[in-house]
């Protein structure tokens, strides 16, 4: 676990990964090529979709909130709950600044291996 990391916080391939039913929702966060920081806090708990994350994006994953960066790519989270908070900060935006970055899809009731 990284330095700096809050006190019960997991890695993603880690500690246990709860078993997608119990987490039923779906968040995928898509990289537009621009340095992206955001954080997700949900009403329930939330959780790295896989065991294997990607390497070169920093994720923070603990109780009912996450951290991460992405620039390219694409991450997945799985959460239980209704609520959906997204804080996003874009680094570099160009201008004129991309209408969106990055991408963010919600499903509920997700299936349980959905695509990354």
């Known amino acids: 676990m990284p330095n700096g990391s809050p006190p019960n916080a ?5 500690a246990n990964h709860a078993p997608a039913d119990a987490l039923p929702h779906l968040i ?8 992206t920081s955001f954080e997700l806090t949900v ?11 990607p390497e070169d994006d920093a994720i923070i994953v603990s109780g009912a909130t ?3 960066t ?7 989270y799985r959460f239980s ?3 959906v908070t997204m804080t ?3 680094h570099d935006n160009p201008t004129p600044p991309k209408p969106l970055s990055p991408t ?5 009731n997700a299936p349980p291996h959905s695509p990354e």
Not at 10 to 14: C, E
Not at 70 to 76: C, D, K, L, P, R
Not at 104 to 108: G, K
Request: glycine share 14%; proline share 7%.
């Open 104 to 108: 963010v899809n919600i499903t509920y």
């Open 28 to 35: 995928t966060v898509v990289g537009e090529g621009i340095p």
């Open 88 to 90: 996003v900060i874009d």
């Open 43 to 53: 009403d329930g708990t939330i959780q790295y979709a896989t065991t294997t994350p």
């Open 10 to 14: 997991t890695q993603p391939g880690t």
């Open 66 to 68: 996450a951290e991460s």
């Open 70 to 76: 992405i620039q390219n790519g694409t991450q997945q």
């Open 81 to 83: 709950g209704t609520q």
